[in-house]
């Protein structure tokens, strides 16, 4: 049931921007399956449904918002370990399936938004800043949840050692709490800042402890 509620709502947004108004001849499902490949444990079905639920809450913020959710639907789409270009493909896969299908200006902006996700630099386009808080949206989660998704990620990258994982897990973490602000956007301070900061703090410092 899961699964049709959420190939029927991806359907429903393609819809409402295929420049023939046909449906999306599968693309949703084909979308949820990739999400279940073998060797996800982070970047899942579930991690998407997140995503959404938190764009659902802040949807009237977004200048586009059915760019924004096309882009969170493919953003974590290509799942190729240890190659470290996951977004870039993800975004080429969003053209490709999407070419003679949607307008080139809404393509163009979903490509962009779904490249924001590598979090190279602080984004300037609205729409970029929410779909990068969104990403991190996860970060403020209590403890437990926090937790139980960094553990997830090191399942994912199991190919490196924890010599090698866990300081670019300091490295990623620390700049962003480094940061003047966690968030881009006002309203995800409010709601995530503070949690975040709090969990951030209590992994790297329990790193620390352990030697890291």
Request: proline content about 3%; overall charge negative; some cysteine.
């Amino acid at each position: 049931m899961a699964r049709q509620l959420e190939s029927s709502r991806f359907d429903a947004v393609w819809k409402r921007n295929t420049l023939t108004g046909d449906a999306d001849a599968g693309i949703g499902a084909r979308l949820l399956e990739r999400y279940s490949e073998s060797g996800r444990y982070y970047h899942t079905v579930d991690h998407i449904g997140f995503c959404l639920s938190v764009f659902d809450q802040a949807r009237s913020l977004c200048l586009n918002p059915d760019a924004v959710e096309l882009a969170l639907w493919f953003h974590d789409a290509v799942f190729n370990f240890p190659v470290d270009n996951n977004e870039r493909m993800s975004a080429e896969l969003f053209l490709q399936v999407s070419e003679s299908a949607l307008p080139d200006d809404l393509r163009d902006r979903v490509y962009r938004l779904v490249m924001a996700t590598r979090h190279l630099g602080p984004p300037v386009d609205p729409d970029e800043q929410i779909m990068v808080d969104i990403d991190l949206s996860s970060f403020g989660q209590r403890w437990e949840l926090f937790n139980t998704d960094g553990e997830n990620v090191r399942r994912e990258l199991d190919y490196l050692t924890d010599s090698e994982f866990f300081p670019n897990q300091i490295e990623f973490m620390s700049k962003l709490v480094a940061r003047q602000h966690f968030y881009n956007t006002h309203w995800f301070r409010e709601q995530f800042e503070a949690t975040a900061r709090e969990n951030v703090a209590r992994y790297l410092k329990d790193l620390k402890q352990r030697g890291y």
